[in-house]
């Protein structure tokens, strides 16, 4: 990887990590369904998200693991995530999702909460975009942080 795109990587890292918010879309049937989630980036690059076990998006990834998420800042900076998506009842990533956003615990009591599902989100491209470019960047790297 050559010094541009390790650059482009690291904004986008910090873009993904200080927004905090992203959009991620999934599709119920032909619809696609956008809502805010706060993934949390791992430092091997992988995006896990924490969702209520009623949560519709549960049986829309079941159906269609295909989903994209779309983090943008004020400054009108972007990045679109397109990736595939799988629930999961890993304890160990659960717990480190509780331990890194403590908003969980209004919802939940604890990574063995039956309530709490895990989304494992893993990367397929990102596109990114600054207000100064005439056309998005395609990566194809990882999110790993280094």
Known sequence: MDQKEIL???WIIDLIKDAGFGCMASLEGDQPRVRPMMPHLTDNGELL???????????????????????????MYYCRITAIAKVSSNLDKKEIVWNNIPMLRQYFSGPNDPTYVLIEIDSNSIESMTPAQKAPDIHSFKLITE
């Open 49 to 75: 998200l924490a969702v209520l076990s009623r949560s519709r998006t549960i049986n829309q990834i079941k159906e269609n693991p295909r989903v994209e998420i779309c983090y943008i800042d004020r400054k």
């Open 8 to 10: 482009k990587k690291n």
